[in-house]
């Protein structure tokens, strides 16, 4: 357990905040209805943070690796603002090959990146990691944050675990990364991104590499996010199509993005950077 709690509750406390605003929405005059959302905010308002959840329909699980869902997380509610690329001298992204993707293709040259091809919420910590495109350059997470100092910290994670554990032990490994990445940079704001999603193609097709497991997944980490120095951002959105999956023709494999195509993840997160963190 870390210092962020024990996360094996996180899904129920947002189906309990979903439920809740069921009950709002089913009878909206009601002041006991808002009574019953206002007090199931309030009091899970320390673990969802500013993290939204929405409703859809059933997602049943077609393997052990995730759970029966019918919520999602979407991006922490914010005053977000438009920034351009000067925003990130200060920032670094740490994850696996598609945070490589978008160190190559999606033209934010002025942070840092720590990345390799197979990384884990597992291993992200200890694992050596490229940084900044050098194929001789490896360093591991903890030293490299040991020697500068951050403003702001990006981290993507989680595809390659798809078929490993559970969602909640896979948020209670990133509560533990995000704890120790706290420890060596107690002044940085920490951006979880919700994995991106595969296309739907390629996730109607595996009972384990699909996008249920992914969102299962996501909430599963969005609660870890105080509203305060953590944050969750969903960048799905740029990329999906009408079912959620990432568009086809924007992938080539129906993992990574085309290269021409990293460009919309970076101008997403240039119109959804935090207003408070302008200098």
Known sequence: TSAYGNTSDALEKAESFTEANENME?????????????????????????????????????????????????????????????????????????????????????????????????DMMDSSLSCNGSAASYIDVQTALSQRRYGKIFIMVGVNELGDKTPEEYAQAYADNIERIRELQPDASIFIMGMMHVTTEYSDASDVFNNDNIDNRNTAAAGLADGEMVFYLDMNECVGDECGGVREEYSYDGVHLKAEYYKLWTEWMKAHDINKLIK
């Not at 009878?27 to 500013?50: K, N």
């Not at 991006?75 to 160190?103: H, M, P, W």
């Open 26 to 122: 089913d009878d909206a005059d009601s002041d006991e209805a808002e009574t019953v959302i206002g007090a199931a905010y309030e009091a899970e308002s320390r673990s969802l943070g500013a993290v939204e959840y929405a409703k859809r329909d059933m997602r049943y699980a077609r393997s052990r690796y995730y759970n029966d869902s019918d919520i999602i997380a979407l991006s922490s509610k914010l005053d977000y603002v438009q920034v351009d690329n000067e925003y990130f001298t200060d920032a670094c992204f740490i994850g696996d090959s598609r945070i490589e993707g978008l160190y190559f293709y999606g033209g934010l040259k002025e942070a840092d990146y720590f990345y390799k091809p197979g990384t884990t919420v597992y």
